[in-house]
């Protein structure tokens, strides 16, 4: 498995995944299909992104990326991760954080929060075992349809 930065070339292979994930359902508040364009404005190349990285193993197995947040403390991040969900559990979740973390330090961020979906089992636990800690809950966040499935905020500090 190789972990890189991320670069607009990336751009219609992350898209690809996240929609996929998003045709899924369950694992992510995103409702609506990403274009490339969408995917490079917002994770890779847009104003707010600090960092983003990919996975690859014969093909992108999954992206994380940070970008600054104006409800966020000064010197926080906010953090996406996607992994192929047959890749998960694969190592490239933990790769993709150690490089991470990396990125974030040399950027001076002092933490790194994670906003993830009440009802999301998988992307709770994978922060848990990342050594992020709760700090604020949202149980009324809604989806579009109506469906309230809640949110918990988790950060990790650098």
């Given amino acids: 498995m190789i972990v890189r930065p991320a670069v607009p070339g990336d751009a219609a292979a992350m898209a690809d995944l996240l929609n996929r994930i998003i045709a899924i359902g369950g694992t992510t508040a995103h409702e609506r299909p990403f274009s490339a364009q969408d995917i490079d404005h917002h994770y890779i190349s ?93 149980p009324a966040f809604a989806l579009s349809d109506g469906r309230v499935v809640g949110r918990i905020s988790r950060h990790f500090r650098l």
């Fill in 46 to 138: 847009g104003a707010a992104v600090i960092c983003c990285h990919v996975a690859e193993d014969q093909g992108l197995i999954g992206f994380q990326s940070v970008e600054g947040h104006a409800a966020l403390p000064e010197g926080w991040g906010d953090i996406g991760t996607f992994v192929d969900p047959q890749c998960q559990r694969s190592g490239a979740g933990a790769a993709l954080f150690a490089a991470t973390q990396t990125a974030c330090r040399a950027a001076g961020l002092v933490a790194i929060n994670a906003t993830i979906r009440a009802d999301n089992a998988p992307g709770l636990g994978y922060y848990a075992r990342r050594g992020f800690v709760d700090h604020a809950t949202d």
